[in-house]
């Protein structure tokens, strides 16, 4: 609860030793802040301050990864969203994330947006490296392929570098 900031300006969330033991600063939308406060007022008046974890699975007991991915699945499942073929996992939370990175990246190229310079961003957010793990996004995506080609081809016809 120490690392949710949702006063601030703009709010964000704290991640404390994520991935490769690194820390960043996620931060939120307002509407978002508005509807963890909401959450949270909630949540105090089964629980109060105690436990320290955000969300909780029951009364203090903090949700882990399992029963999330697990329940995020049963959602899905109940949304109509179809189940993957025999040996292959998901639907998957990640998915989310996916989806998150490849529509940010088409927003930057179709608003003509200078993306080599935000994807340092981009990662952070993500809580990457650096940019060259979130490159495979390019990738994953016909239609961020289709644009970032795009943006090549002006440059090769000489349009200049973006």
Do not use: C
Not at 44 to 58: Q, W
Not at 106 to 121: F, H, I, T
Not at 142 to 153: D, N, R, V, Y
């Amino acid at each position: 609860m120490r690392d949710v900031h949702l006063d601030f300006d703009p709010p964000h969330l704290e991640i404390r030793n994520a991935k490769f033991g690194k820390s960043r600063f996620v931060p939120v939308h307002a509407t978002t802040a508005q509807h963890l406060r909401l959450y949270l007022d909630s949540r105090h008046s089964i629980v109060g301050d105690k436990p320290e974890a955000l969300f909780l699975l029951r009364p203090k007991k903090p949700l882990r990864y399992p029963p999330a991915q697990a329940y995020f699945r049963q959602l899905a499942s109940a949304a109509g969203v179809p189940k993957n073929p025999p040996g292959r996992s998901g639907p998957a939370w990640h998915s989310l994330r996916h989806t998150f990175a490849v529509r940010r990246l088409l927003e930057w190229y179709r608003a003509g947006a200078d993306v080599r310079s935000l994807l340092p961003n981009l990662a952070v957010y993500l809580g990457h490296l650096g940019p060259a793990q979130t490159y495979h996004y390019l990738t994953a995506a016909p239609e961020l392929l289709s644009a970032a080609a795009g943006i090549f081809e002006g440059y090769a016809n000489g349009g200049g570098a973006e």
